[in-house]
């Protein structure tokens, strides 16, 4: 069991930066590759980007190419978003999820456990 709480959100102006963290529970946190997910108001969840289990590969959507980078700290149990040159449409309820696995997975059904989300707002 994996619990999940994502930290770190908040309203910026567009141009601006935040960094998400998602701080997970348990002692297997390792073994888990994460991802991170993102809902705006009446569209579907989107994959944002994920990261495998060591941290040595990653991967990020189209939309967040060079301005967002996943992360983790295994020591700490942790997994960040950076987000850097916000965008309005970038507004959303981000999400952090984990799987078990050693490798990642863009699909949402993929993911094991949730987070219960954290708001970003970009204003313009």
């Known amino acids: 069991q994996v619990q999940l709480v994502e930290s770190g959100g908040g309203l910026v102006q567009a141009g601006g930066s935040l960094r998400l963290s998602c701080a997970a529970s348990?002692?297997?946190?390792?073994?888990?590759?994460m991802g991170w997910f993102r809902q705006a108001p009446g569209k579907e969840r989107e994959f944002v980007a994920a990261?495998?289990?060591?941290?040595?590969?990653?991967y990020s959507a189209d939309s967040v190419k060079g301005r967002f980078t996943i992360s983790r700290d295994n020591a700490k149990n942790t997994a960040y978003l950076q987000m850097n040159n916000l965008k309005p449409e970038d507004t959303a309820v981000y999400y952090c999820?984990?799987?078990?696995?050693?490798?990642?997975?863009?699909?949402?059904?993929?993911?094991?456990?949730w987070g219960q989300g954290t708001q970003v707002t970009v204003s313009s």
């Open positions: 348990g002692r297997t946190f390792r073994r888990y590759a």
């Open positions: 999820a984990a799987a078990y696995s050693n490798s990642y997975y863009t699909a949402a059904d993929e993911y094991d456990y």
């Open positions: 990261i495998s289990w060591s941290g040595s590969s990653t």
